[in-house]
């Protein structure tokens, strides 16, 4: 457990924000929208909503957590004024704007208007994410299911999880890559040591009302004198902070296709000579039991990284900047890059000056001086390329996942036997954030649907890629194809792939606030 610092009410927050429940296998999402106002609210008010303290007093048996779209929020009563201090990507929604769309890569597909839920009469109001044993789960459901449906209460949607072990459907070992978020308060945005990367993330990236890592608090939607209840929740500078100790939830259902993956990885690696597990790997940017690609790992110290995850997860890419031992196009990589302020790092004052002014221009083959193990390394001044500029610093951009997989799991041998029956599998998305644009909306759609991604043509992420073609009209640009995978260490023949299929498709989504519990009651006494 972490040790706390002292202006944390860890009674106000709700679990998910510290926890993801990992011992209670089990995992249930019920999406409800509002039909009778004061019923929900009483039933809301009602509601057993598991805390950080709670977790820290006891082992839980089962856990509940809630949370509220803004259509939620109104249903609810909460007044427009009051609405339009939150986030405004959390105002309008994830289906909310087509241009939000096309960023997101929400298109083709997996345009909202083919999901099963997110948009219109199944927009969400409400989410009541249920946690318990595998022996629990389905009676604790189903109870909860009902008290809401008495209760005013409308379940549009029962989301399902399966447990499928550490890996998710493709076969992969999942959850490795987590931030750790500062929650003694050890750590100063900004300072010298920003310019490698961080793990470590002050705790304002995750809960509003805490200071991020531009060094101000996450700004958070505040109550003033005429707007309801104004001492139902906590107060903060004087006035009402109805966001602190709350988080935005994203939440999205992805379904994987596990066949046409494993199809599409054992046709190719046959054209090209190569073994079809590499390739898979090299896609992924991970063995598949989790392990770091060969040579990545630093032998160092990095700060948010415990000496018990350095085999999954103490690597950087300074040593690879041309994508050699990972490609620079894979999932992990594109996820989060796992870069400072300056990219390659600083060995002297002067280095800072030149990165920062952007001056700075990498000579191809040229070898420097290094404070990095590898003589592969030319990625110290005067020697970057300007690509590795374009790559925004990851601490801005960091997200708490929380999702679990669905369906059953099967492996690459029984998904290439045409006699398996579909596993219907897949991913039910969750992340937590401060920030949507900035973190959610940024990784997703500069990073992951990005087909110019550090420099790349003609590829999206390997496995999340929708691949229609970029531009996407109205832009008045000739569309580019987005179906390609580069392996630059590759043999030639095997080096660029093309006509990789969508391997994942959006089912559903939705923007909610996960709100403290002083914000919940606040909500619940409209």
Same mark, same amino acid.
């Given at each position: 457990?972490?040790?706390?610092?002292?202006?944390?009410?860890?009674?106000?927050?709700?679990?998910?924000?510290?926890?993801?429940?990992?011992?209670?296998?089990?995992?249930?999402?019920?999406?409800?929208?509002?039909?009778?106002?004061?019923?929900?609210?009483?039933?809301?008010?009602?509601?057993?909503?598991?805390?950080?303290?709670?977790?820290?007093? !006891?082992?839980?048996?089962?856990?509940?957590?809630?949370?509220?779209?803004?259509?939620?929020?109104?249903?609810?009563?909460?007044?427009?004024?009051?609405?339009? $201090?939150?986030?405004?990507?959390?105002?309008?929604?994830? +289906?909310?704007?087509?241009?939000?769309?096309?960023? %997101?890569?929400?298109?083709?597909?997996?345009? *909202?208007?083919?999901?099963?839920?997110?948009?219109?009469?199944?927009?969400?109001?409400?989410?009541? +994410?249920?946690?318990?044993?595998?022996?629990?789960?389905?009676?604790?459901?189903?109870?909860?299911?009902?008290?809401?449906? $008495?209760?005013?209460?409308?379940?549009?949607?029962?989301?399902?999880?399966?447990?499928?072990?550490?890996?998710?459907?493709?076969?992969?070992?999942?959850?490795?890559?987590?931030?750790?978020?500062?929650?003694?308060?050890?750590?100063?945005?900004?300072?010298?040591?920003?310019?490698?990367?961080?793990?470590?993330?002050?705790?304002?990236?995750?809960?509003?009302?805490?200071?991020?890592?531009?060094?101000?608090?996450?700004?958070?939607?505040?109550?003033?004198?005429?707007?309801? !209840?104004?001492?139902?929740?906590?107060?903060?500078?004087?006035?009402?902070?109805?966001?602190?100790?709350?988080?935005?939830?994203?939440?999205?259902?992805?379904?994987?296709?596990? $066949?046409?993956?494993?199809?599409?990885? !054992?046709?190719?690696?046959?054209?090209?000579?190569?073994? *079809?597990?590499? %390739?898979?790997?090299?896609?992924?940017?991970?063995?598949?039991?989790?392990?770091?690609?060969? !040579?990545?790992?630093?032998?160092?110290?990095?700060?948010?990284?415990?000496?018990?995850?350095?085999?999954?997860?103490?690597?950087?890419?300074?040593?690879?900047?041309?994508?050699?031992?990972?490609?620079?196009?894979?999932?992990?990589?594109?996820?989060?890059?796992?870069?400072?302020?300056?990219?390659?790092?600083?060995?002297? #004052?002067?280095?800072?000056?030149?990165?920062?002014?952007?001056?700075?221009?990498?000579?191809?083959?040229?070898?420097?001086?290094?404070?990095? #193990?590898?003589?592969?390394?030319?990625?110290?001044?005067?020697?970057?390329?300007?690509?590795?500029?374009?790559?925004?610093?990851?601490?801005?951009?960091?997200?708490?996942?929380?999702?679990?997989?669905?369906?059953?799991?099967?492996? $690459?041998?029984?998904?290439?036997?045409?006699?398996?029956?579909?596993?219907?599998?897949?991913?039910?998305?969750?992340?937590?954030?401060?920030?949507?644009?900035?973190?959610?909306?940024?990784?997703?759609?500069?990073?992951?649907?990005?087909?110019?991604?550090?420099?790349?043509?003609?590829?999206?992420?390997?496995?999340?890629?929708?691949?229609? #073609?970029?531009?996407?009209?109205?832009?008045?640009?000739? #569309?580019?194809?987005?179906?390609?995978?580069?392996?630059?260490?590759?043999?030639?023949?095997?080096?660029?792939?093309?006509?990789?299929?969508?391997?994942?498709?959006?089912?559903?989504?939705?923007?909610?606030?996960?709100?403290?519990?002083?914000?919940?009651?606040?909500?619940?006494?409209?």
């Amino acid at each position: 457990m972490a040790v706390f610092r002292r202006d944390i009410d860890r009674s106000d927050i709700q679990a998910l924000a510290y926890t993801g429940f990992g011992s209670l296998r089990g995992a249930s999402y019920l999406l409800f929208r509002v039909v009778d106002p004061p019923a929900a609210r009483r039933f809301l008010g009602g509601l057993a909503i598991a805390s950080v303290a709670d977790i820290e007093r !006891d082992r839980l048996p089962e856990a509940a957590q809630c949370a509220v779209t803004a259509a939620g929020l109104r249903a609810l009563g909460a007044p427009d004024s009051v609405l339009q $201090r939150f986030n405004p990507e959390f105002v309008e929604g994830m +289906a909310g704007n087509p241009n939000r769309s096309r960023r %997101l890569g929400d298109i083709g597909a997996n345009a *909202p208007d083919t999901w099963g839920w997110g948009l219109g009469e199944r927009e969400p109001h409400l989410l009541i +994410a249920l946690f318990a044993g595998p022996d629990r789960i389905g009676e604790f459901e189903h109870a909860t299911r009902q008290a809401a449906e $008495r209760s005013g209460l409308a379940c549009i949607e029962t989301l399902q999880t399966s447990e499928l072990g550490e890996g998710e459907p493709f076969g992969f070992a999942d959850g490795l890559s987590q931030p750790a978020f500062d929650w003694d308060a050890t750590r100063t945005p900004g300072t010298r040591a920003d310019r490698v990367f961080t793990n470590r993330i002050a705790l304002g990236e995750i809960l509003l009302g805490y200071g991020n890592e531009y060094g101000f608090p996450a700004e958070s939607p505040k109550l003033r004198a005429g707007d309801p !209840d104004l001492d139902q929740v906590g107060r903060a500078g004087g006035v009402g902070d109805l966001g602190r100790n709350g988080s935005y939830l994203v939440f999205r259902q992805l379904a994987q296709d596990v $066949r046409g993956f494993w199809l599409w990885v !054992d046709a190719e690696a046959r054209r090209a000579g190569a073994d *079809p597990i590499t %390739l898979a790997e090299a896609m992924v940017g991970r063995r598949m039991n989790g392990a770091a690609l060969a !040579d990545l790992e630093t032998g160092l110290a990095i700060p948010g990284v415990e000496p018990s995850d350095r085999d999954v997860n103490g690597f950087l890419f300074e040593a690879d900047p041309d994508g050699l031992l990972c490609p620079i196009g894979a999932h992990v990589r594109r996820a989060n890059p796992r870069t400072g302020d300056a990219p390659p790092g600083f060995e002297a #004052p002067i280095d800072n000056l030149l990165a920062t002014l952007g001056l700075t221009a990498r000579r191809q083959g040229a070898q420097t001086a290094s404070t990095l #193990p590898w003589e592969r390394n030319t990625t110290v001044w005067p020697h970057l390329r300007q690509e590795d500029d374009a790559i925004a610093s990851a601490r801005f951009h960091r997200i708490l996942r929380r999702g679990r997989a669905y369906g059953r799991k099967i492996d $690459r041998a029984a998904a290439l036997d045409p006699s398996t029956p579909d596993p219907e599998a897949g991913l039910q998305f969750i992340c937590l954030n401060a920030n949507i644009a900035r973190q959610f909306e940024f990784v997703q759609g500069a990073w992951l649907a990005n087909g110019k991604f550090a420099g790349l043509t003609g590829e999206q992420d390997p496995l999340l890629g929708n691949r229609q #073609p970029f531009p996407v009209p109205p832009v008045s640009a000739a #569309p580019q194809p987005t179906d390609g995978f580069t392996r630059p260490s590759a043999d030639p023949a095997c080096r660029r792939a093309t006509g990789l299929p969508r391997f994942v498709t959006v089912k559903g989504g939705a923007y909610f606030f996960l709100p403290g519990l002083a914000a919940l009651r606040w909500v619940t006494n409209l």
